[in-house]
């Protein structure tokens, strides 16, 4: 069974740093395309950022060069590291694993873990 | 970056009923969308991707249509589990984009 647990979401000031942490189960995180999406608090989805099983990346304007997405595959664990945090960073942030059929990956969300709250204040 | 409108923000039905969202993209997109449902308090899940095709598991009352830069989300038969909030987004180009989402309420 694919399973997807996010953690490292907490308080942080205006211009600090996080690292949210994303364990997967039942699938192998580095053989798959992987992704992060976020949800401001009452507002719609946001992609943020999608890597490849090859290490391509991909980052959404409003965070390239702040957000770093990465892969550790001896814990099977996707991350985010975050830096020079903002106010409107404030969200739920979920990992997902992109949708693989028929042999082919797509940039879409199939699997998606239960979400980590960022907020962003001083 | 391609932009995705989606209509109308709000849907009132009752149980039963056929609900028709509607996703409109800013440029061509081919059949490169994809609809989720999400639920207060939950995830998304994937309805439909590339425009038509019904994700693992989703009942056949979900269909999507359409190609280019209008989409379609029909539920043909509302069932009290699908009264929820619905996103459209597209695959077509970097950077990946969701629509402002269409709310299925209760009557």
């Known amino acids: 069974e694919v399973q997807l647990v996010e953690s490292g979401g907490d308080l942080v000031q205006p211009g600090g740093s996080l690292r949210l942490s994303c364990a997967a189960s039942?699938?192998?995180?580095?053989?798959?395309?992987m992704s992060w999406v976020r949800q401001a608090p009452g507002k719609g989805l946001e992609w943020v950022s999608t890597?490849?099983?090859?290490?391509?990346?991909y980052y959404a304007d409003s965070v390239k060069a702040r957000f770093t997405i990465s892969t550790d595959n001896s814990k099977n664990t996707l991350f985010l590291q975050m830096n020079s945090l903002r106010a409107e960073d404030t969200a739920v942030y979920y990992c997902?694993?992109?949708?693989?059929?028929?042999?082919?990956?797509?940039?879409?969300?199939?699997?998606w873990g239960q979400g980590a709250l960022v907020s962003v204040s001083s | 970056e391609i932009v995705l409108t989606q209509s109308p923000a709000t849907l009132s039905l009752s149980p039963g009923e056929r609900a028709t969202l509607s996703c409109r993209a800013s440029q061509s997109i081919s059949s490169y969308v994809a609809w989720y449902q999400q639920k207060p308090g939950q995830a998304p899940r994937l309805l439909i991707y590339?425009?038509?095709n019904r994700a693992t598991g989703i009942p056949a009352r979900f269909s999507g249509s359409g190609s280019g830069t209008d989409f379609t989300l029909t539920i043909s038969s509302l069932e009290p589990e699908d009264f929820a909030v619905y996103y459209c987004q597209q695959r077509r180009t970097w950077p990946l984009t969701f629509g402002g989402g269409s709310k299925v309420e209760i009557k």
């Open positions: 997902a694993r992109n949708y693989y059929v028929s042999s082919v990956y797509r940039n879409f969300f199939e699997y």
């Open positions: 890597i490849y099983h090859g290490g391509d990346t």
């Open positions: 590339d425009a038509s």
């Open positions: 039942g699938f192998t995180v580095n053989s798959n395309y």
